[in-house]
């Protein structure tokens, strides 16, 4: 062992460093590389025994917007429920805590940034939607709210795993049900929290959320998949909440939902409708949607058993740790190669 992998006191650091190797609990790790770094917070790619891991660490002091415990009581309430990252440790030292838990890889947004015209293919976006709209019922039946629903927050496995969209980032979650599932009292005023193109009518009128508007956060997300953007959001124009929030109070009339439907099955304002007439004590019917998603794909006769995008097309398996094609995949037409320096970005991963 060289001397810049001694065993250090763990106790003695005050924030981990690349290349280090620590000893937390009864494990042992080696901090390969550092996905995000902060002066309070930072997101490592570990290894213990070969086997890699992010590892989420915090400052005990000074860190303005402590977010471990959530991911902690949230991802041990869940246990390991497909699509969420595995916790794989936790603790602290006398200078910060730590978080260990499953890699997985680049976010949804990362993705499309790599992706032919920046754009998914119907088959991937279907099934996107199915699968993290079914996420967020695992955590809703777990008694929690997730409030930042969008694209950045949804990430994909990695290698055999490529298959599963993964939720991560539990930063804005709040429970909303006691242990005995009866649900907390609404209150009269909320913060208004999440990001202002996916956030729901009810965060922007700075009201109490509840499960039916992480749904509605989840359809803006989907529609921006299909229609590459929304009708109020482009990266061109600066974001005002009252402006979003006007928008979204025009949604709830007719020309509204034209506006942001245009274009798309007609089956997409009647998942809004059904969204809209869900009242916040309800629990949202996941299968009704879910069977509306999948009637929509029916009648646009999407193949759902279709791959994802990032299973066949060259750069997108790069990011995902697969290998190359095979000559039958090559067939496919959306694996078309792309630029040379757009595949060198196989060490890209999602800080989770």
């Given at each position: 062992m060289n001397?810049?992998?001694k065993?250090?006191d763990?106790n003695?650091?005050?924030?981990?460093?690349k290349?280090r190797?620590?000893?937390?609990?009864?494990?042992?790790?080696k901090l390969?590389?550092?996905i995000?770094?902060g002066?309070?917070?930072?997101?490592?790619?570990v290894?213990?025994?070969?086997?890699p891991?992010?590892?989420?660490?915090?400052?005990?002091?000074?860190?303005?917007?402590?977010?471990l415990?959530l991911?902690?009581?949230?991802?041990?309430?869940?246990?390991?429920q497909?699509?969420?990252?595995a916790?794989?440790?936790?603790?602290?030292t006398?200078h910060f805590?730590?978080?260990?838990?499953q890699l997985?890889?680049?976010?949804?947004?990362m993705l499309?940034?790599?992706a032919?015209?920046?754009?998914f293919?119907p088959?991937t976006?279907y099934?996107?939607?199915?699968?993290?709209?079914?996420?967020l019922?695992?955590?809703?039946?777990?008694g929690?709210?997730n409030?930042?629903?969008?694209a950045?927050n949804?990430?994909?496995?990695?290698?055999e795993?490529?298959?599963?969209v993964?939720m991560?980032?539990f930063g804005?979650?709040?429970?909303y049900l006691e242990?005995?599932?009866?649900?907390?009292?609404?209150?009269?005023y909320g913060?208004?929290v999440?990001?202002y193109?996916?956030?729901?009518?009810?965060?922007?009128?700075?009201?109490?959320q509840?499960p039916?508007?992480?749904?509605?956060?989840?359809?803006?997300?989907?529609v921006h998949l299909?229609?590459?953007?929304?009708?109020?959001?482009?990266?061109?124009?600066?974001?005002?909440?009252a402006?979003?929030?006007?928008?979204?109070?025009?949604?709830?009339?007719?020309?509204?939902?034209?506006r942001l439907?245009?274009?798309?099955?007609?089956?997409?304002?009647?998942?809004?409708?059904?969204i809209l007439?869900?009242?916040?004590?309800?629990?949202?019917?996941?299968?009704?949607l879910s069977?509306?998603?999948l009637?929509?794909?029916?009648?646009?006769?999407i193949?759902?058993?279709?791959?994802?995008?990032?299973?066949v097309?060259?750069?997108?398996?790069?990011?995902?740790?697969?290998?190359?094609?095979?000559c039958?995949?090559?067939?496919?037409?959306v694996?078309?190669?792309?630029?040379?320096?757009?595949c060198?970005?196989?060490?890209v991963?999602?800080?989770i």
């Amino acid at each position: 062992m060289n001397s810049n992998q001694k065993h250090v006191d763990t106790n003695d650091i005050l924030m981990p460093l690349k290349g280090r190797r620590m000893r937390l609990g009864s494990h042992e790790y080696k901090l390969t590389d550092a996905i995000a770094t902060g002066p309070f917070s930072s997101v490592f790619l570990v290894e213990e025994d070969g086997t890699p891991y992010a590892m989420k660490v915090e400052a005990q002091n000074g860190c303005l917007r402590p977010v471990l415990k959530l991911d902690h009581a949230v991802l041990s309430a869940l246990g390991n429920q497909t699509g969420f990252p595995a916790l794989s440790a936790s603790g602290r030292t006398d200078h910060f805590k730590y978080v260990v838990m499953q890699l997985v890889g680049p976010d949804l947004s990362m993705l499309l940034e790599f992706a032919p015209q920046n754009r998914f293919t119907p088959s991937t976006i279907y099934k996107i939607a199915l699968q993290t709209l079914d996420r967020l019922r695992v955590l809703h039946d777990a008694g929690w709210l997730n409030r930042d629903v969008k694209a950045q927050n949804f990430a994909v496995g990695l290698g055999e795993e490529s298959n599963i969209v993964y939720m991560l980032d539990f930063g804005l979650t709040r429970r909303y049900l006691e242990a005995d599932g009866r649900r907390h009292l609404m209150r009269p005023y909320g913060p208004s929290v999440g990001t202002y193109p996916y956030a729901p009518l009810t965060s922007l009128g700075f009201c109490d959320q509840s499960p039916i508007d992480d749904v509605e956060g989840w359809l803006y997300m989907v529609v921006h998949l299909l229609k590459g953007g929304l009708p109020w959001h482009c990266a061109k124009r600066s974001l005002n909440m009252a402006k979003v929030r006007e928008w979204k109070i025009y949604l709830r009339r007719a020309g509204g939902k034209h506006r942001l439907f245009e274009g798309l099955n007609s089956g997409w304002c009647d998942v809004f409708e059904t969204i809209l007439k869900t009242a916040s004590h309800e629990r949202p019917d996941y299968n009704k949607l879910s069977n509306m998603v999948l009637a929509i794909a029916r009648a646009e006769r999407i193949d759902l058993t279709a791959p994802f995008d990032w299973q066949v097309n060259p750069v997108l398996r790069s990011l995902v740790r697969l290998g190359p094609l095979s000559c039958e995949e090559l067939t496919c037409p959306v694996g078309t190669p792309q630029s040379a320096d757009r595949c060198r970005l196989d060490t890209v991963l999602s800080p989770i």
